[in-house]
Structures are given as structure tokens and as C-alpha cells.
């Protein structure tokens, strides 16, 4: 499978709203519920928050949020703060095999 | 609270095989969940490699082309990567993460990296 198809990059102020694409095909994305979203601070590992497109894991703040359409999965940022300056990266699972976006660094200005 | 470490070589010679073991503290790989291997070369995306279930079964990319093997050691719950016939295209940081079994990676190491040069 290809990988998935990300800007390269987004930008904001603090306090504004981002959102961060992610699109596929009918045979990743477009299929079912299993897109994941990971946060990854610069020199860290990446970090889940978002799985199966809209649910979050405990302790990530309501800030972030995901949504699908067709064969698109979004990330959204609201009320962006200095500490989501990262990269981000989706994630589809299908056919039995995990498929990474190909990431987006988030700047806050 | 889960934690994994990654260890092994960090430097490898082109056409030999990487070795990696990963350590699982906070939970038992006997219990459940699937245990996972993922890469990035520097400065570049995520890359799934395979992951291996807790009875043993594996799956692995097809972009390998068959170059990897997983296994479990549950006496030492631990898990571990042979990636054969390396390149200097395999150099990157290796991670071995967790999924609890529905379709995503909740639990991360830090990460190793891992150079293929003579």
C-alpha cells in the first residue's frame, strides 16, 4: 500500500484553529473506522491521540479532535497552544497491515 | 504503566542482518495485545514494519519482501526484529509499540537508532 497523503506542513497562532488532512483510497481510509492519529514532539516518540477516527485516549485534552469524509480523515486543532508545536502523522489499518500518512509539522507562530 | 525499551546494535554492515530486542515492563505479553515494530529514517515518515500477537502469529509489511521475523519470547517478555540482508536505506530509529487490539498503537518505546555502514 501506498502511503497515505498529508500537507507537508500548517501553521496558526495560539488560540486559532488547524486542521491537518489525511487522504487515501477506498482501500484504506474510505473503508472502515480504523484511522489513528499520532503526535510526535521533535526528538520523541510518537504518541496516540486520536483512534478509530474520533475517539481519544485518556489524557488528551478535548483540544483535538478527528473526522472522516469519503476517503479523507481530518485533524483538528482547536485552541492551538505552543506545546502542539509536533508532527503529525495518520494511520489506516487495513488488510491487515498498518499505512502512515506522510506527516505534517505543525508551527505555531 | 506500560513501558518498552528498545535495544541492540547501532551500527550494522551492509548486507548483514539488525537485531533488536524489545524489553515490556507494566504488562504480561502472555495477557493479550500485539506487539509491534516501526521505523523512521531520519528525517523522514513512520513506517510499519510487522507485529506479532500474543499466541504467535505474525503479519508483516509486504514492502519488506519478506526480509523480517518477529517473535515472542514470553519467559522474558520480551519480543524481538531480525531484519536480514540490511542496506543503508534500513538505517532509521527503530520503535516497538503495543496495540491493545483494535487497530491502533497506544504504547511506544523511545526509539533506537540503527546505522547500516561499514
Known amino acids: 500500500q501506498s502511503a497515505l497523503t498529508q500537507p507537508p506542513s500548517v501553521s496558526g497562532s495560539p488560540g486559532q484553529s488547524v486542521t491537518i488532512s489525511c487522504t487515501g483510497t477506498?482501500?484504506?481510509?474510505?473503508?472502515?473506522?480504523?484511522v489513528s492519529w499520532y503526535q510526535q514532539p521533535p526528538g520523541s516518540a510518537p504518541k496516540v491521540i486520536i483512534f478509530?477516527?474520533?475517539k481519544r485516549p485518556s489524557g488528551v485534552p478535548d483540544r483535538f479532535s478527528g473526522s472522516k469524509s469519503g476517503y479523507t480523515a481530518s485533524l483538528t486543532i482547536s485552541g492551538l497552544q505552543a506545546e502542539d508545536e509536533a508532527d503529525y502523522y495518520c494511520?489506516?489499518?487495513?488488510?491487515?497491515?498498518?499505512?502512515f500518512g506522510t506527516g505534517t509539522k505543525v508551527t505555531v507562530l | 504503566q506500560v513501558q518498552l525499551q528498545e535495544s541492540g546494535p547501532g551500527l550494522v554492515e551492509p548486507s548483514g542482518t539488525l537485531s533488536l530486542t524489545c524489553a515490556v515492563s507494566?504488562?504480561?505479553?502472555?495477557?493479550?495485545?500485539?506487539w509491534s515494530w516501526v521505523r523512521q529514517p531520519p528525517g523522514q515518515a513512520l513506517e510499519w514494519i510487522g507485529e506479532?500477537?500474543?499466541?504467535?502469529?505474525?503479519l508483516y509489511n509486504p514492502s519488506l519482501k519478506s526480509r523480517a521475523t518477529i517473535s515472542l519470547a514470553r519467559s522474558r517478555n520480551e519480543f524481538s526484529l531480525e531484519l536480514k540482508s540490511v542496506t543503508a536505506a534500513d538505517t532509521a530509529v527503530y520503535y516497538c509499540?503495543?496495540?491493545?487490539?483494535?487497530?491502533?498503537?497506544?504504547?511506544w518505546g523511545r526509539g533506537t537508532l540503527v546505522t547500516v555502514s561499514s
Open positions: 477506498s482501500s484504506d481510509v474510505g473503508t472502515d473506522n480504523r
Open positions: 507494566g504488562y504480561s505479553v502472555r495477557n493479550g495485545a500485539f
Open positions: 478509530e477516527v474520533t
Open positions: 509499540v503495543r496495540s491493545p487490539g483494535w487497530w491502533y498503537l497506544d504504547f
Open positions: 506479532i500477537s500474543h499466541t504467535g502469529n505474525t
Open positions: 494511520c489506516s489499518y487495513t488488510s491487515s497491515t498498518y499505512v
